[in-house]
Nanobody, 123 residues
Framework: QVQLVESGGGSVQAGGSLRLSCLVSGYPYGSQYCMGWFRQAPGKEREKVAVIDNYDYTRYGDSVKGRFTISQDNAKSTLYLQINLLEPEDTATYYC????????????????WGQGTQVSVSS
């Protein structure tokens, strides 16, 4: 059974930093996979934040470029999201997600999702 468990969220002031972690267990790692961070604020649609694949190729949403960094440590089965220069607009529930299908990775239709971790930024 695949499980993704996020941690590291919290309440911070604008300009601060957080590092989110996503511990992955039971994941059918193969030669092809993708993992990512998404976020959803109240009343808004879910937004892609950052994704990474088995080649360590990364992509970011336009609103977070230059402030967020996604990384992975396969030895620890952990996905990370370093968040710097936090803004009130970054307030949301952050989810990690994963998939092993090249097609689903390409279209962003991830199969496996965590329960989310809350990030709240005050001005």
């Amino acid at each position: 059974q695949v499980q993704l468990v996020e941690s590291g969220g919290g309440s911070v002031q604008a300009g601060g930093s957080l590092r989110l972690s996503c511990l992955v267990s039971g994941y059918p790692y193969g030669s092809q996979y993708c993992m990512g961070w998404f976020r959803q604020a109240p009343g808004k649609e879910r937004e892609k934040v950052a994704v990474i694949d088995n080649y360590d190729y990364t992509r970011y949403g336009d609103s977070v470029k230059g402030r967020f960094t996604i990384s992975q440590d396969n030895a620890k089965s952990t996905l990370y999201l370093q968040i710097n220069l936090l803004e009130p607009e970054d307030t949301a529930t952050y989810y990690c997600a994963a998939d092993i299908s090249q097609y689903r990775c390409r279209v962003g239709a991830y199969t496996y999702w965590g329960q989310g971790t809350q990030v709240s930024v005050s001005s």
